[in-house]
């Protein structure tokens, strides 16, 4: 069993990955985009952390339906954003009613912005409406990381950065 799954893996790391956007092929990669494995390894150097990940998990299979069901879920660009929001959350809710900051600034680099000028303001402003809600007090951390990252969503879409949350 186990030979069978490490031929399966290195097959499967061996395949290439696609080119050109609309073309048969295109989109992400199943084993190393998608699925368990791409949560827990993101970075380039552990695709076949991912890869192994994946296969042991469940064969691959959650990660080959993420892949061709919903390939929008499959951006590490989501995962990035969502991982720096989560792990700095005090400090980005800091740079953000201040309008700007190096952790404001990290954030636009995981998403693709070219100028951090917009994003701030926009976050800002978004970030306003939730912190003044009167239930924003009772929230944990996880639900404030949530409310940050799409509100960092929304400001992504307006200030035309390259990322896709």
């Avoid at 469940?58 to 879920?73: F, Q, R, Y």
Wanted: contains cysteine; aromatic residues 6%.
């Amino acid at each position: 069993m186990k030979k069978t799954l490490l031929a399966l893996a290195a097959i499967i790391i061996a395949l290439p990955t696609a080119a050109k956007a609309g073309e048969v092929g295109t989109g992400p990669n199943p084993y190393t985009d998608c699925g368990i494995g791409a949560a827990l390894f993101t970075s380039p150097d552990y695709h076949w952390a991912a890869v192994l990940s994946n296969v042991i998990w469940d064969l691959g299979t959650t990660a080959v339906t993420s892949a061709v069901s919903s390939p929008e879920t499959c951006s590490k660009s989501k995962v990035h954003t969502a991982a720096l929001i989560l792990e700095t959350l005090p400090e980005m809710e800091k740079d953000v009613a201040m309008g700007e900051g190096e952790y404001v600034l990290a954030l636009a680099e995981t998403m693709g912005c070219s100028s951090t000028d917009g994003l701030a303001a926009s976050m800002r402003q978004g970030y306003a409406g939730v912190v003044s809600d009167a239930s924003y007090d009772a929230k944990n951390d996880i639900e404030r990381a949530t409310a940050m990252y799409n509100v960092a969503r929304d400001a992504a879409a307006t200030n035309s950065c390259t990322a896709v949350l």
